[in-house]
């Protein structure tokens, strides 16, 4: 005789019922999991990766407000429409002096308010830098004051001096880490955005 082993009617019973409630709890808690990440994914990641703000090359660049040397505060938003360098330096920094009179030939050279310079130093006290600039640098243009460099921190700024090239959409277009900047290539690169 040829006969097939078969399970016993209670086991042969339960087996599907067992396989059919085990794919419907996997499939209930795969809704109940996409439904919690809708609810606490950020919105940022429906958007495109261009329009979140980050300090890169293409990106809008993150928003910020920080105190003047000689001045009120300053907020990057209320810029929008102008061309803006942002300049992270020090006074204990060689290439962030020698840089300084670029800086302040652009800021100069620009004076109907189309090119913003901000000179934002990282972690020193307003009398450091006002002591500074008296002996040494003469600017002009605003330097502000990142006493606990969280704008640095925001802009991942971890050598100085690190200039942003900001257009009037408020879009980082050039990064340059290191210096100094020469007088022609801070030019160059002003004259295209301007042009943009």
């Known amino acids: 005789m040829n006969e097939s082993p078969t399970l016993p009617p209670s086991t042969a019973a339960r087996s599907p019922r067992a396989g059919l409630l085990g794919l419907g709890a996997l499939i209930l808690l795969g809704l109940l999991g996409w439904g919690l990440w809708q609810q606490v994914r950020p919105a940022s990641l429906s958007a495109p990766l261009s329009s979140i703000p980050a300090p890169e090359v293409g990106h809008p660049a993150p928003d910020f407000a920080l105190p003047a040397l000689d001045g009120p505060e300053v907020r990057l938003s209320d810029l929008r429409g102008k061309v803006v360098v942002l300049n992270f330096w020090a006074t204990w920094c060689p290439p962030c002096r020698r840089e300084m009179p670029a800086l302040e030939v652009i800021w100069q050279q620009h004076n109907r308010g189309d090119v913003v310079v ?70 160059r690169l002003v004259r295209a955005l301007l042009n943009d």
Not at 127 to 155: I, K, M, W
Not at 162 to 173: E, L, P, Q, S, V
């Open 118 to 187: 901000l000179g934002i130093d990282q972690g020193e006290s307003a009398g450091t830098v006002s002591e500074y600039v008296r002996q040494n640098v003469g600017v002009t243009f605003p330097l502000l004051l990142d006493r606990r460099q969280d704008v640095g921190d925001l802009y991942l700024v971890r050598s100085l001096p690190t200039t942003f090239f900001i257009d009037g959409g408020g879009i980082i277009r050039e990064i340059r880490i290191g210096g100094p900047m020469e007088l022609d290539y801070l030019n």
